[in-house]
């Protein structure tokens, strides 16, 4: 008889172990509170210096990205190994919006490709840098950080 319970209680043991470790692992997956990587359209413009943006129509963590229009996109070309390339470069802005010091601020940062990218993946890593992954159907890649804090922007790049 004593063995019968001896297995009940192991058993409740096992059990009590399972799902202690089964609650431990959900804790652990929800402590990640950035965002999850979201992806957003580059808005096509004419001058990619003077965008001028109404701050009343963002939020805190809000990104937007621009390119330049090309003035000859006739010069885009396809070469043998199915890369999209161009012969003239492509400016894209990156702008980041978050609260500092109370206030919404943009922080931009601009980067020059031989690629043509229509949208990008971004993600968050804290409330002050935002990484940007640009992949397109040709399998370019290129990846910038964009952190923007006390009125300084920093742009890193893989």
């Not at 990205?65 to 090309?70: M, Q, S, V």
């Not at 943009?106 to 935002?130: G, H, L, M, P, Q």
Request: glycine share 2%.
């Amino acid at each position: 008889m004593a063995s019968l319970w001896d297995s009940v209680i192991c058993s409740e043991i096992r059990f009590m172990k399972i799902l202690f470790q089964v609650m431990v692992l959900f804790l652990l997956s929800n402590c990640n509170h950035s965002k999850p990587q979201e992806t957003i359209t580059i808005q096509e413009i004419e001058e990619i210096l003077e965008i001028d943006l109404n701050l009343d129509q963002f939020q805190d963590k809000d990104v937007r990205i621009f390119k330049r229009k090309l003035a000859n996109p006739e010069n885009v070309m396809f070469n043998t190994n199915a890369e999209h390339q161009n012969n003239q470069p492509i400016f894209y802005c990156l702008v980041m919006f978050r609260i500092e010091d109370g206030q919404l601020k943009d922080y931009r940062a601009f980067v020059k490709s031989t690629f043509t990218y229509e949208k990008v993946n971004f993600e968050w890593i804290n409330d002050s840098t935002v990484t940007f992954n640009f992949k397109n159907k040709f399998h370019e890649h290129e990846i910038y950080t964009v952190s923007g804090y006390g009125g300084t922007t920093k742009l890193t790049w893989l």
